[in-house]
């Protein structure tokens, strides 16, 4: 699936599966042409991944894939997606602990991604990733 064909409408769970894949395409084929449409659409669906950790998990994780394909080059984007996984997993923070195994997982697979991409500082949340991680 192509970046563009994405729309606000899709699952979180299909957005997971299809987007990291459709920004690195984007990124590697079509010059990144689609990253202004990307965080438009990422920022329409932030409110709604939030009704439930099953969403609020598949987003976050959907977001911090989707900065591993990014470029830097087009930094404002780039800064834009990381700017809205820190919102968004500052929101979840309160409500992980008592998540599902599966969903603070994929939180916990988010965090090593956001540590790898530097769009979360390790040691501040190191606390809170080995809690998540013991209890997943």
Do not use: C
């Amino acid at each position: 699936m192509k970046l563009e064909e994405i729309k606000s409408t899709i699952s979180f769970e299909e957005l997971l599966s299809v987007l990291p894949d459709a920004v690195l395409d984007d990124t590697q084929n079509n010059k990144k042409a689609g990253y202004i449409g990307l965080v438009k659409l990422l920022r329409g669906m932030a409110e709604s991944s939030r009704k439930n950790e099953d969403d609020s998990a598949a987003f976050l994780l959907a977001l911090a894939l989707s900065v591993k394909n990014m470029s830097f080059e087009v930094f404002e984007h780039y800064r834009a997606v990381q700017d809205l996984y820190r919102e968004e997993f500052k929101l979840a923070m309160d409500k992980a602990g008592s998540w599902s195994p599966k969903n603070r997982e994929r939180l916990a697979k988010s965090m090593d991604e956001a540590f790898l991409e530097k769009t979360l500082n390790k040691e501040k949340y190191e606390k809170f990733y080995n809690m998540i991680r013991e209890v997943a």
